[in-house]
Each structure stands twice: as structure tokens, then as C-alpha cells.
């Protein structure tokens, strides 16, 4: 019997998508509840995002059991950054419970790169670590090697980097991760299909689902922020040209544009399993994504 | 070696602000090498504190200065021995064990931190320190090509690198290398990548808990001045 309705999904033969919801920073949720109600039914899994970017937020569990209370189904994303092996345990524990079954194990990006740069970073475990955690805690043991009383299993994600400048290293973790029981992977971002495709070749070998990681821009200057400042984002200069190119106002709509039809291709060229839409905090241009990309509703769901 | 930036200079004199009569203390191994607090920082501290208090109308400290071989033996203290008594307060420009072997030695003298102690590195051109080891008290730089991932990895992973890597810098510090980059290339060169290859399992941060005590007495001559 598959772990989660997500495991499922990943053993049919059918094109995933999934999205991310970013928690708010504070207690009005109604803007999340809102992103999670209007993407429930659209996608076949929602990420919830732990302090993306380092940057301090309502909880990635706590957006998980909102997930689950509308109706979706979520992917806890869990880094390492921010906590040490007994509070990721006692947190899989929780999620578990609650009925949250799809763990995606990250690293998590530096604190330098947040809004709490004075804080101590954790990195009690990596995400290999992490992912040979949760399979060790499935086997009915903790980390300290104690018997638990009820074991949890989770349908288990990573993350890698195809477009990396140098890939040889991220492919050596990429294996890595695979060994330790990843079963599915959303890829960071992707904007170059010869470079997925290129990925795919190498990865095919493995027994894994990869999604590839779709970010939107929403301009030029975006993209360029984003080359310098966000981790695991390298946009081709030809993106940020077309971007570029646009008269003001309409590089979102051009954003939308190319994501849909990179979205379009991997489809077609059945190059992957599916696609994970990254809007950066503008979820709710992902029906329409959907839409242009021809995976709206009744196409795909 | 141990590696320092001396107290900005007005955190400095708000250190020694309730004392009057002061000793400079500097050391002559480590924070003289890294220009902290040698015999050279000392004599300029020295001065720059007078001038600062003769410029502000207030001539309330009166200061020493001297500077020991080692200030984290106790054996290379004892040549204050009489100087001490008359003081207020120990500026000490040793590291952080030296400020504290100051302070044992010296049970009812204030003792005073004039440096931040940063870190344990290299010089990797004259004037810039590295970090190189983080001390964690289980070396695998075997398996890392002698690269430390604890030290120089800002996350400090173990199994490879994290996906901030971009031009072979680090996405915590754009002028710092990536540990894994360099790493993954050295172990190429080395035909061992089979070593990075191989899953590490999580770290043990109990190999010598803290606070950390190492008790070795093989090889020491008793009544030898060992250092």
C-alpha cells in the first residue's frame, strides 16, 4: 500500500505537478488558507515552505495541517537548518500523526542569506542525514538507536540541482540521496530544457520521480536578483534578455509565458515525471500558469 | 595557530572605564603573528589610550605594559608576580585561554579581554587570515582531501555540497571558496573520489564534550620548562 495519496500519484504514470505555498510572516494565515484552497484541487501536491531563505515564518508544519484541514495533500518541507536530530524527529513524529505522509528533506539555505543573520545555525544533520533519519525512524528506531513506540512512514523527496555551474559534485549528493531512500525529487529551478533534458539522461538510470523545478520571473531585474542572491538559482542570460525585452508592466505576463511553455515541452518530450511550480509568493498565478501550460483543470486533475 | 582582531577602541576604554592603574598585557606567541596583541600592539594601544585620555581632560588611569612569552602557561606568568599587586586591572591582549590562565593565576585582580578571539587558521597572504580548523576533535580530513567541510563548509555538511555553490564560492559568503568545490577537485586529483562518494553519517558532537579536557602525560619530562 502506497505511504501518502502523493506515493500514489508517483507510481501512476501520469505528468505530476506541484506547487509551494510560503507560510506568512505572523498570524493572518488567511492569505495562505486562500493559496491553499485556490491549488488544492489544481496540483497533486503542496509544498509548504520552512523559513524560506532563511527568512523567519509561520511554520512549514503548521502550513501542512492547514493543508490537510482544506483538503489537500502537502509535502512537509523540512531543513536542517534550524533544528537539531531530536526536534526533526520529534517534528516527523508530529507530522505524522497529523496525517501528513510526504517529506521533502532539505539542508536549507545559509542564515547568512535570511533575516536573522545573528542566529546560530543548526546543521545538526545534512539532507542525506535527513533522509537516512526518516528511514531509520521507519525501521521502528530513533537516531540514539531507542525503540519507538508506533513508527511513522513518509513517502520521501529531495532536492538537486540540474542547472548548477558545476554539476559533478551535485551529482555525486544527488546519488547520494537516492542511496539513503529518496523516492521523488523537485529539482531547484530550471529554465534551460537542453539542460533538463541533459540532466534527465544521466538520472534516468536511478529509480526516482523527478519533478522539475519551474520558478516564475516576473522581470529582468527579478532574474538578476535572484542570480546574485538567492541560492541553487542560475538564470541563463537569454531569459533575463527576453524578460528584458518587454515593455513595463507586462513581465509577469512574459514570466508567465515562458514558464507555461517550458512547462509545455517537458510534458510533450516526456523528458520527466512532472513539474514544480515555484511562483514565489505569487501563488496565485499558478491556474494560470496551468491554464497556458495546458495542464488546467479537467486536463489534469 | 590562534587567530584575533584586537576590541575596537572605544569598547576597549569602556572596558578599563572603573580602574585606575592598568597593565597592557600583551603575548608574544600567537596574537603577536596575527598582529592582535604582540609586544607592537601593546606599546600602540599603550600609547593611543594615553592620548585619548589626555585629550578628554581626564587623567584617571595610569597604565603599564609588558608583554610574557605565552600568557596560556601559567609558568610564563610568573614574572608579574609583583607588578600585580599594585594594580586595578589586567588589559590582556592574549587569546581567550590566555585571558583566562591570566585570570587563574591572578585570583583578585580584574582581568579585562582586549581582543576577540576569532578563530584557528593560516595566514593565506600577508595580512589575511583563513580559518582552518574548527577543533571539533574528530579530524576527517582523510576523507576530505585535507580540506575541513566542518571549518570551511558554512554549513559544515558532510556529505557534499548544498546547491548555494555558484562560481565555486559560497552562497553564505561570495568571497569565500566553496569547501565542497574545493574538496570534489582535490579528490579528483587525488583519484580518491570514491571518498566522497560514500555516505557520512551524522556527526558525533560528543567525541570530547564540553568544556574539553585532554589528560596526556606521555612524554612529558617532569621539571622541563616544555614549551
Redesign the interface.
Known sequence: MAKSLFEEKLNSDRFLVTTEVGPPKGVDISEMVHHIELLKDKVDAINITDHQSSVMRFPSLGGCLLVKEHGGEPILQMTT?DRN?LALQADLLLAYSQGIRNVLCL?G?????GDHKEAR?V???????LI??VRTMESGKD?GGTDLKGAPEFCIGA???PA???I???L??F??KV??GAQFFQT?GVFNFDTLRRFMQYARQFDVKILAGIIVLASARMAQYMNDNV??V?VPQAVIDELAGVEKGKGLQKGIEIAAGLIKTIKEANVCHGVHIMAVGRESIVPEILEAAGLGIGAHV | MIVAEQKPFQEIRGLIASYEKILVLGCGTCMTVCGAGGEKEVSLLHGALRIAQARGGDESHSFLEYTVKRQCDSEFLDVLEDRVKELDAILSLGCGVGVQTVAARFPDTPVLPGVNTTFMGAAEELGVWDERCAACGDCRLAETAGICPITRCAKGILNGPCAGSKNGKCEANKDMDCAWTLIYKRLERLGQLEKMRRYYPPRNFRTIPRPRRITSKAGIELGGANG
Open positions: 537548518r536530530r539542508t539555505d545559509s542564515i547568512d542569506v545555525p546543521f545538526d544533520l545534512d539532507s542525506v542525514q537516512v533519519t537516531l532536492s538537486v540541482h548548477a555551474d558545476f559533478e559534485p551535485q555525486i549528493k546519488e547520494k542511496a539513503a531547484q541560492p541553487g542560475i
